[in-house]
Structures are given as structure tokens and as C-alpha cells.
């Protein structure tokens, strides 16, 4: 399907056309963390998080990642291969299903739109739904796999694509649309992940990893290193409309309930050093409910954590966190100074 729209990808146009060979495709914000790549480096058992079967999954899949031959040449320069490059494509759909050309605003207009109609552009923007298509696997050397992937050697982009150095003009203007289509492409609420056919890799795997891939961007999990984190889209995309995540409200409430009872075995305690029993016992209640969950920590390293949470409170009166009467004000001067 996505391969008779390819002129609707949308690094195509005039990024594309300067950089046929090798194509620095920034991947949109909202989709940080879901790559194979990543995948094959998170600890199976994690993906319990998301479903009970996920991480036999998991397993299988980093055995294909790790299977795949490094040993060639880059696909590119043809220097020593070392790097697996995933050939994403982006592509843009509105309401009715037809896709859209994504024009990146230093080309679209010019002078620039007003803030008016920008604010039009971004909202019409909003209502588009994205879908993040995996094209194929590519061998690359070091070299190009960082230039590629975080658009970081230019030159060494120019020089592997043929372009040299002529037409200075012209390629600052493309390095300021590739951030731009990457800017426009974050805009976007709504993505979808597809997984193209890829050699080596089953059928029934290759649509169990596509499935995982969008239930972590539903359930707004990214994957970093061996472990997953809950990243709001919402505290991204509306970061001054004080717009709160349902995630972020209960974890504030779960906040207020611990140090709540924090709190109040501190005030059992005739003892000056305030910020030792704090240690103390916030240590030792966070550790039984993690335990609790089936989640076991390192003592020392977990006591180093809270007492490095706690130093960030600055004056001596903060330690005073009254829970009874009015709660959340002095609560809320707690997490202010704990857990910014």
C-alpha cells in the first residue's frame, strides 16, 4: 500500500530529492523509544507491563536482532558495515483517509504566516493521523548510521550522496526543513506503527512486534535501555495548557498518600534529626509497597535515592509537611520542592 503513496512520504520532497541515498529521517517526537532497535534491548520480562505475553515476544525477537549479519558492507559509502539502520517512512493522512503532503513552513510560505494562521496550520495539523511504516532493514557503517539517524555529520551526508559542497544556499534551507517536517510531524496526536516484510524475520512475529510497538505508544510507554517509561504525550504536545495526564494525577495522589503517613510517623518521633527519620522511613514504606507489587530494589542504592530526593528541599520549615488538616497546600509545597 504504502509504497504506491512513497511520493506522500514526507522526507520526499526536497530533503529527499538532496539526499537519495542516504536520507536523514528524524523520528517524530511521540515515537521516541519504539524502535526494533530498542525493542531488542529491553529486558523481556518488562513487557509483562504491557501484556502477560509479550515477553516470550520479546525474547524471540532479540534473538533475530542479534542474529542478523553485521558483517558486510555499509549499504551506503561501503565502508565496514556495523550498524543495523531501520528505513522508517512517515506518512500523513486527514480525516478522509487521503494522504497529505507534509511542506515544511520555511518553503511554504513566504514571508512566514501570521500567528493567527499558524495557530490554524498546527490545529488542522492536529486533526491528521500518521502512519510510522517500516520499510526494510539496511547495513551501515558507524559513520553513516549517526549521520542518518541524528542528522549528525552534514558534510559527511553531502559526501555520500554526491553532492559536494557546491550550492551553499541550498542546503542550509534543507538542513532547516528536515527539523522543521520533524517539528510538523510531532504535531500529530495519532500514529499508527506498520512493519513491512523483513528477511529473516516470520510472519507471526513480525505482527506480534508491530502489535506491541502501538500497544506501549497507546498506553504512552517509550523503552529506554532495558526498561520502560510512561512519556505524556499530553505534557509534550500542550506543555502551558495545564492540562494533567490521568497517569500524572494518580501518581500525585499515590505522592500525597505516602507522604502523608510519612508524615505522621515522623511527628511520633522526638527527634531533631527530622530529615534522617524522613530517610528513614519514606525508604522503608516505598520499598514494602514496591515489594508488594513484586518489586525488589537495592537497599543501599534505594537509601542513597531518597536521601538525594530529600536534600533537594531547602529550608528547614519545609520538613513540616501537615497532612491532617489542610493536606494538599503543604503537600503540594513538599512535592514542589521533592519531586521537581
Known sequence: MYTKIKNFEAYSSNVGESFPKLCPRLVPFPLWGLSLADLAKMEPRVASVVSERYPALVERFGKYWMSLDRSGKCEACGGEGKEIDEEWLYFVFNKRGKPVEIIPLETETF????PEDLYKIIM????YRGVAYLENLKLLCSKCYFAKRFFGDFEWLRIVNGTGSTDEKKYDIVQLEVHDIQSQLSDIEKWRIRIGGLHGLDY????????????????????????????SRADWLYPSSGAESKAKRLSRREVYAVVAKVDEKVRRR????????WTEFLTEM???????????????EFTLFARLLLDKIEKPEDWEVSAALEGEPDLERFSKHCLS
Open 111 to 114: 514571508p512566514p504566516p501570521e
Open 124 to 127: 488542522r495539523r492536529k486533526s
Open 204 to 231: 507471526e512475529t513480525r505482527k506480534g512486534v508491530e502489535k506491541l510497538l502501538n500497544d506501549m505508544y497507546r498506553s504512552e510507554l517509550m523503552i529506554m535501555g532495558s526498561y520502560l517509561c510512561y512519556f
Open 270 to 277: 522526638r527527634y531533631k534529626h527530622k530529615k534522617k527519620l
Open 286 to 300: 516505598v520499598k514494602n509497597r514496591l515489594k508488594a507489587e513484586g518489586i525488589h530494589v537495592l537497599d543501599d
